[in-house]
């Protein structure tokens, strides 16, 4: 069976905009102690969406990865996934 994870990101820097490679994700926040509740947010067609808990813009970017933010570092949980 595939590891399937759904990617979690958090803004605990505060940026105005975060660009992901994903439209479907989970925004926690700031990293935990700080976060909100995990929140599922799906874009659909759209190529933004804003958090309703924390205000994040989160802004679709087709050239990132799943893996990958625009500023980096927000991807929380990579620890977690085992390495392919």
């Not at 804003?50 to 050239?63: A, H, I, Q």
Request: proline share 10%; charged share 20%; with cysteine.
């Amino acid at each position: 069976m595939a590891d399937i994870r759904t990617p979690h990101f958090h803004n605990t820097a505060g940026h105005s905009a975060i660009r992901i490679g994903v439209r479907e994700f989970q925004c926690i926040g700031a990293r935990p102690p700080y976060d909100h509740p995990h929140v599922f947010l799906d874009m659909g067609d759209d190529n933004e969406i804003v958090c309703p808990y924390c205000s994040t813009l989160f802004r679709y970017s087709p050239e990132l990865k799943a893996s990958e933010t625009e500023p980096a570092g927000c991807l929380w949980g990579a620890e977690l996934t085992p390495a392919h």
